[in-house]
């Protein structure tokens, strides 16, 4: 196995270095990961947004605006892949680096946008950046926390997509009523990244090469990790052959399956919410608050499945048993919103959606999570890269459906759809992602 230095190398901590430790530094990396996420969401969700404006602007159809969405799912579908490759090549400082200094330039440039097709392809480019924020955190959090912390840590940072899009529709309106044009909106929500990226560079770094870290609180995430952290271990990258291996995996398809069914339920969320309550009838404001309640369930959902998990993890059940559970209790739960497909109450539907975000969200945090317990982490972002792409294929066929359905029907069988289809994708996680019944001899699936 070849080992090479990275850019996340560090020189290691000598009784002559005197910076000071930063307690819980762990979580201070974890809620990097939070902040980011959140920052992402919020470039992400400013078009979903802005859609009833721009709509009448450029007088789309729900059909022509999901060209714009497939461009940006497209471009997310692909560069997953590639992505999830790059940062387990280069390392996730520099990987994660690199990713956001280009959307954040790319979300800037949207306020130049013309009409479809250069929104189309801003949304292809901003999305091509965005793309290693999920394989990248994944990779992060198998990196720096032990195996009952980590889906705390997954709901952490995950917890900001949810809070990013809960309050980009307050930041968006606002910024748009004070210039009374969309223009500036993309140009000032793009700033939030330099800032950040300006953070992660200062305090990124592997956990045994990190001169803040306490001898104490390394060796606590040591000894929790089920991925060996040894120097020769840390620094390995997954060769080409392994990364083609991966593809022969029950585990690698379970993810990749599972994740193609559950996650179009949330971008119907993201990307679709907005125009779903204005066909109900609800005016721009009531649609834009009405955002709050998805949202704010997801959230509560993320620290919820992560937390029961751990503490299931803590009373000694098997780690995969722990996140299989939440799976089980919760994707078929998501069947409870059936009945929005049938009502017009506003306050109703808003509970409906965020029982079923709740639901939806607890189940995201295990498929996020179960990468870091099932592989190596040497593969971890190649999983999630992999996964990601399957989640988006499963989207792209999901959101040309969703503007050829609502305009020649109606979203009432979109919404059953999006009910029933998590089932089918918590039977597909929770019989194919299991342990193997005898050790891999490659290293890369660990006996989780």
């Known amino acids: 196995m070849s080992t090479h230095s990275t850019d996340d190398d560090f020189p290691r901590f000598t009784p002559a ?6 307690p819980h530094l762990r979580w201070w990396i974890g809620g990097l990961l939070f902040a ?11 078009l979903s947004v802005l859609a009833p404006i721009l709509k009448k602007e450029y007088t789309w159809s729900n059909e022509r605006f999901a060209i714009i969405l497939i461009s940006f799912r497209v471009a997310y579908t692909v560069m997953q892949t590639v992505f999830g490759r790059i940062l387990d090549a280069i390392g996730t400082r520099r990987g994660m680096a690199i990713s956001v200094a280009f959307y954040s330039v790319i979300a800037g440039l949207t306020s130049l946008a013309q009409g479809l097709f250069s929104f189309s392809v801003f949304r292809a480019l901003l999305a091509t950046g965005e793309s290693a924020n999920n394989p990248g955190g994944s990779k ?7 195996a009952k912390e980590r889906a705390w840590a997954v709901a952490l940072f995950d917890s900001g997509s949810s809070i990013g899009g809960a309050v980009a529709p307050f930041i968006v309106l606002f910024i748009y009523e004070w210039f009374d044009s969309w223009r500036p909106v993309f140009l000032i929500t793009s700033t939030l990244g330099f800032f950040w990226l300006l953070a992660w560079l200062l305090l990124y770094r592997l956990p045994h090469r990190h001169p803040r870290l306490s001898p104490q609180e390394l060796a606590y995430i ?4 089920t991925t060996p952290t040894s120097d020769g271990d840390v620094h390995a990258k997954l060769r080409w052959s ?13 993810i990749v399956l599972g994740r193609s069914l559950l996650d179009p339920y949330w971008f119907l969320i993201a990307e679709w919410y907005g125009i779903y309550l204005n066909s109900k009838g609800f005016s721009l404001e009531q649609s834009m608050l009405g955002f709050w309640a998805p949202f704010l369930g997801a959230d509560l959902g993320n620290f919820f499945g992560g937390g029961l998990s751990s503490y299931w993890i803590k009373r000694g059940w098997p780690v995969g048993k722990a996140r299989r559970a939440v799976l089980t209790i919760f994707g078929p739960s998501m069947l409870l919103l059936i009945p929005a497909a049938f009502n017009d109450n506003y306050y109703v539907l808003l509970f409906l959606f965020a029982y079923a975000s709740f639901a939806y969200a607890a189940c995201s945090t295990m498929f996020l999570t179960l990468p870091t317990d099932v592989f190596h982490s040497r593969a971890v972002g190649s999983v999630m890269g992999l996964g990601g792409t399957g989640a988006g294929i499963g989207v792209l066929f999901s959101t040309w459906l969703i503007g050829r359905i609502s305009d020649q029907y109606s979203f009432q069988p979109i919404i059953i759809a999006a009910s029933i289809i998590p089932c089918i994708a918590t039977a597909v996680f929770v019989t194919m992602v299991r342990a193997r019944n005898t050790p891999d001899p490659e290293g890369v699936v660990l006996d989780f």
């Open 17 to 22: 270095n005197t910076s000071p430790f930063i």
């Open 36 to 46: 980011v996420t959140i920052i992402n969401y919020i470039d992400r969700q400013t």
């Open 140 to 146: 992060v959090v198998s990196e720096w926390f032990p």
């Open 222 to 225: 040591q000894a929790g990790q």
């Open 242 to 254: 392994e990364w083609f291996k991966l593809l022969t995996y029950r585990q690698t398809w379970g």
